[in-house]
């Protein structure tokens, strides 16, 4: 079965520092995955995605993800986090059933960054 | 949050009642997603559909419906076979063709809560 982990249910960092948000998958086959971001009461929005090429991968407002494929791991990166960057952060994986594609997310990490 | 509309975003119904939650994209996107959000359960795919008049289950679709009519519009009901409806509601689309691998895109969400 395909699946998405992301082991922290928060992380806390101060601003200015740079910060991790970590995600594990199991695929099979070549994995497609993503980071969404979620503010308050508010739909996900995309951060990036790795589909293939360069394993380090850049998205929206500074963030970048690096793709580990020895480790199947795609954590999401900022080098100097910001107090509005706060929010709570979800991985996908694209995942293909009975010939149609769907979406598997993780359960959230919830990012603070404290001034 | 994208071309993505969901109406209303906050809905208050009583036990034992049917409800629709809608949703409408102007994105021209085939595909279209419900998802269910719950605290510290990241998002449960309800059901999916990539092309007009078809759709598929997800992994939680008892006590939910949907239609697929037209393109643009993939309406949610809620029935009253579903245990425990209260939750957070996200509608998705995103493109479907197969060649490529395509994010999905978010509406903000309804807030359903029954009582």
């Not at chain 2, 479907?96 to 978010?106: D, P, V």
Request: with cysteine; aromatic share 14%; glycine share 8%.
């Amino acid at each position: 079965a395909q699946s998405v982990a992301q082991p922290e249910d928060q992380v806390n960092v101060a601003e200015g520092n740079p910060l991790t948000v970590k995600c594990t998958y199991s695929v099979s086959g070549n994995p497609y995955l993503f980071w969404y971001v979620q503010y308050p009461n508010r739909g996900l929005q995309f951060l990036l995605k790795y589909i293939t090429g360069d394993n380090l991968v850049k998205g929206s407002y500074g963030f970048e993800a690096e793709f580990n494929k020895s480790q199947t791991s795609f954590h999401l990166k900022k080098p100097s986090a910001l107090v509005s960057d706060s929010a709570l952060y979800f991985c996908a994986v694209r995942s293909l059933t009975s010939g149609t594609y769907k979406y598997i997310f993780g359960t959230g990490t919830r990012l603070k960054v404290l001034a | 949050d994208g071309g993505i509309t969901q109406s209303p975003k906050y809905l208050f119904r009583k036990e034992g009642q049917n409800v629709t939650l809608s949703c409408e994209q102007n994105l021209n996107h085939d595909a279209m997603y419900w998802y269910r959000q719950d605290p510290g359960q990241g998002l449960r795919l309800i059901y999916y559909s990539q092309i007009v008049n078809d759709f598929q289950k997800g992994d939680i679709a008892e006590g939910y419906s949907v239609s697929r009519e037209k393109k643009e519009s993939f309406p949610l009901t809620v029935t009253s076979a579903q245990k425990n409806p209260t939750a957070f509601y996200l509608c998705a689309s995103s493109r479907a063709r197969t060649s490529e691998t395509y994010e999905q895109y978010f509406g903000p969400g309804t807030r359903l809560t029954v009582t």
